[in-house]
């Protein structure tokens, strides 16, 4: 692995020696690949959109960021600006000099990247679903198919832009080895088209969820304490993360192991309160379900209320404390998004339609 990480620094090297003015450019990219804006960003936009792709993207995010964090703990992957600070590969006179960002100091093991991971299994599932939408009927005419087929060749060069860009990123602020982000796309793109033959999930009842959620907690805890009993600290990497950061300010809770966990329990758990909820059966599957305005307008809506609810901040002076109000945090997002507001949203709609008549 020593040659696979000193070719890994050279790259990084390269990227920072000679794209710095790209620097804002690939900042943008690495949000755009945060797996916490699949929940605030691309999952409220598609859920009113289509009820069944936006519940897969729940799915899919939230099985994949659990991989993720199983391979992280098994693989036990390094990160490039710790890494280069404590192997043995170089003379202390030669330490290769990484310059960190305030998104660098990431916490949990390295390998796979989440960024890359959580992006590629969400945007394959958006880029697929459009395609279904457009594809056209047997029946349709021959330009019909190559409209679709341009189609399709655009989407899925910007799908392999936006990827790319969102690793070069990952790897340009030293958070990340090139082979790490790589392993991560493809992890992505697997679990996605995994779940592209697993229809289930769109009517799964709220039983189903609950059994979800209890076995992929219990399975991760219980692989935890399954490697604290071979005397082994999966949380190893926020150490090193704590010791080789050069800003202790750039060091966050909600980047750690368990924090990925929690949230992505509580969006579970959310999401089937709410599409089990009688407020998303009168709203969402009611008469004004398919009007185009209604749509829209919770779009609207819920984005929002999204972007003011990010505003709230958990308090990180107590460990305990911040994972559980973040876990209700995440479990309430859903719920706003496919019950609460649509249900708002609807009683409104229904009030001036009753004051015209």
């Not at 592209?196 to 219990?218: E, G, R």
């Not at 973040?326 to 609460?340: D, E, L, Q, W, Y």
């Amino acid at each position: 692995m020593d040659f696979i990480h000193s070719f890994g620094v050279l790259v990084i090297q390269h990227l920072q020696n000679n794209y710095r003015d790209y620097h804002n450019f690939l900042n943008f990219m690495s949000t755009v690949g945060d797996p916490r804006n699949i929940f605030s960003v691309y999952f409220p936009l598609w859920f009113h959109f289509s009820h069944n792709v936006g519940t897969k993207m729940i799915w899919v995010a939230v099985i994949g960021d659990w991989f993720n964090l199983i391979f992280k703990w098994i693989l036990s992957g390094q990160r490039p600006y710790w890494w280069v600070q404590e192997t043995h590969l170089y003379h202390n006179n030669s330490i290769p000099h990484l310059d960190q960002f305030h998104i660098t100091c990431e916490t949990g093991p390295g390998s796979p990247s989440g960024h890359a991971m959580g992006s590629s299994c969400v945007w394959y599932v958006m880029i697929t679903s459009t395609l279904n939408f457009a594809k056209p009927s047997s029946a349709s005419s021959v330009w019909s198919f190559q409209r679709f087929h341009l189609l399709k060749s655009c989407l899925w060069v910007a799908f392999w832009v936006i990827q790319i860009s969102v690793c070069i990123s990952r790897v340009f602020i030293a958070t990340h080895f090139p082979h790490q982000v790589i392993l991560g796309l493809f992890a992505g793109m697997l679990v996605a088209e995994v779940f592209d033959h697993i229809p289930s999930v769109y009517n799964a009842s709220l039983k189903v969820y609950l059994q979800a959620k209890v076995f992929l907690f219990s399975f991760a805890v219980c692989f935890y304490m399954f490697l604290k009993l071979l005397d082994i600290d999966p949380l190893w990497s926020v150490t090193k993360a704590k010791k080789w950061c050069t800003n202790p300010d750039w060091i966050h809770l909600d980047t750690t192991p368990f924090a990925g966990l929690v949230r992505n329990m509580g969006a579970l758990l959310g999401l089937g309160l709410a599409v089990n909820s009688e407020m998303f059966v009168q709203s969402c599957k009611g008469k004004n379900g398919c009007k185009t305005m209604f749509k829209f307008t919770c779009m609207a809506a819920t984005l929002t209320f999204l972007q003011l609810y990010d505003f709230i901040k958990m308090p990180t002076h107590n460990e305990a404390l911040f994972y559980i109000l973040s876990f209700c945090k995440s479990t309430s997002v859903p719920i706003g998004v496919v019950a609460v507001i649509p249900y708002c949203v609807h009683l409104l709609i229904s009030n001036e339609e009753r004051k015209l008549a």
